[in-house]
């Protein structure tokens, strides 16, 4: 079956600690994204990257980090400098550019304790 | 920036009965592209319809349907017929090299 997957479903951080979010797709999409969702908030994009090698900030990048070495894999790693990450997390692909249809994932839940 | 607003935060909806949601966007662009997505409580996104803003004729998708107002800017989703698994939360998109959100709405159908 050709999709998306993200993991963990949970994910649970002391402070101070780094985290790594997984995304992984097979749908051959050259472009993959990640979004924040908080409460009573639409999608806020944090990175996006249309490339292997290759990655954009977006608009709230700060405290967070990614990685592009393969097409299939996009993870996220939410470091220490981000003031408030508890947060459910979306991963996205699309064939090409922005102007593709997105496909999500199934979303991260992560809580800072 | 272009920003997407959904006004209406919740609605409700009898089991069979038709619900028009709304969206409004801002933006000085030509050409661009809209979304409607569903996020049921899994909180999956759903891709349920896209409108390509070139084209004139409004899109459909079984019983969902969009009503398209390029010069008031605006994007309604009207899901006829509801049915209970239609409860989810809709968000609204407006994507031209630059994907964004409105804050959602809540719908819920009731038996």
């Known amino acids: 079956d050709g999709g998306i997957t993200q993991s963990p479903k949970y994910l649970f951080r002391k402070e101070g600690q780094n985290v790594t979010l997984s995304c992984e797709q097979n749908?051959?999409?050259?472009?993959m994204y990640w979004y924040r969702q908080d409460p009573g908030q639409g999608l806020r994009l944090i990175y996006y990257s249309q490339i292997v090698n290759d990655f954009q900030k977006g608009d709230i990048a700060e405290g967070y980090s990614v990685s592009r070495e393969k097409k299939e894999s996009f993870p996220l790693t939410v470091t220490s400098a981000q003031k408030n990450p508890t947060a459910f997390y979306l991963c996205?692909?699309?064939?090409?550019?922005?102007?593709?249809?997105?496909?999500f994932g199934p979303g991260t839940r992560l809580t800072v304790l | 920036a272009q920003t997407v607003t959904q006004s209406q935060p919740e609605m409700s909806v009898q089991e069979a009965e038709t619900v028009t949601l709304s969206c409004t966007y801002d933006?000085?662009?030509?050409?661009?592209?809209l979304f409607w997505y569903k996020q049921p409580p899994s909180r999956q996104m759903i891709l349920v319809i896209r409108?390509?803003?070139?084209?004139?004729q409004n899109a459909t998708e079984n019983r969902f349907s969009v009503n398209f107002q390029k010069a008031a800017k605006s994007f309604s989703l009207k899901i006829s017929d509801s049915q209970l698994g239609d409860t989810a939360m809709y968000f609204c998109?407006?994507?031209?090299?630059?994907?964004?959100f409105g804050a959602g709405t809540r719908l819920t159908v009731k038996p």
């Open positions: 996205a692909s699309s064939m090409g550019g922005f102007t593709d249809t997105q496909y």
């Open positions: 933006t000085s662009e030509n050409n661009y592209y």
């Open positions: 749908l051959n999409h050259d472009a």
């Open positions: 409108q390509e803003a070139y084209k004139q």
């Open positions: 998109a407006y994507n031209n090299n630059d994907m964004r």
